[in-house]
């Protein structure tokens, strides 16, 4: 069946712009989760959901970063005032159920803040 | 927050020969997996591993939950084996190791 999918998977925007990045998870899935992955490093979490609702959002940097669920399938991370440190691959990720079962990725959006 | 250590960072191979990447990890864990990322940057699971012994083709995994570690084996690696290897543990959100970047050569 179908994976994990991301749109965009670039995009390049200016500094200060509000961007917003789209996440399709495996159909069934319950929970979903957004990483980012700066160059040379591993990826590193930022949100999960569980349905509808944010079960874990401790790792948004700053007030700056929001993201919704709001039927339980699609995602959107919506990031404003973009600066040029948020330049990175945002990757989402999905799982059968919470946490502890296996999670598989999306091919990610690159992220370019000019 | 739970640590994630891999070993080497970086390991190059001759194309046939046999490696052992090791993944530490500083607390108890519901989830341990294995991940290539590819150079498109796409994350390939490899294994879903929170505890024991799995193969896969030429790829081994074993994880000894109770002294917080985990090995993957590759064997008679090929030059498409090339990558990073990320393991990724997870207590509370899933938390990477910065990778190996394996290099295999003909």
């Known amino acids: 069946g179908a994976g994990v999918s991301q749109t965009p998977s670039n995009k390049v925007t200016e500094k200060g712009k509000y961007v917003e990045l789209r996440c399709d998870p495996i159909?069934?899935?319950?929970?979903l989760y957004w990483y980012r992955q700066s160059l040379g490093q591993g990826p590193e979490f930022l949100i999960y959901?569980?349905?509808?609702?944010?079960?874990?959002d401790s790792g948004l940097p700053n007030d700056r970063f929001f993201a919704v669920r709001p039927e339980g399938s699609v995602s959107t991370l919506k990031i404003q005032r973009t600066e040029r440190g948020d330049s990175a691959v945002y990757l989402c990720?999905?799982?059968?159920?919470?946490?502890?079962?296996?999670?598989?990725f999306g091919p990610g959006t690159r992220l370019t803040v000019t | 927050g739970i640590q994630v250590e891999q070993s080497p960072p970086d390991l190059i191979l001759q194309e046939g020969a046999n490696s052992t990447l090791r993944c530490n990890f500083s607390d108890s864990v519901n989830n341990l997996q294995w991940f290539h990322q590819n150079p498109w940057g796409q994350l390939i699971n490899l294994f879903y591993i929170p505890s024991g012994t799995k193969q896969n083709g030429r790829l081994s995994a074993t994880t000894v939950a109770t002294e917080r570690y985990s090995l993957l084996y590759i064997s008679s690696s090929q030059t498409t084996d090339s990558g990073v290897y990320f393991c990724a543990a997870q207590a509370a959100p899933l938390v990477f190791g910065k990778g190996t970047r394996l290099s295999v050569i003909a």
């Open positions: 159909s069934g899935h319950t929970a």
């Open positions: 990720a999905s799982s059968l159920n919470g946490r502890g079962s296996e999670q598989y």
């Open positions: 959901f569980q349905g509808t609702g944010a079960a874990d």
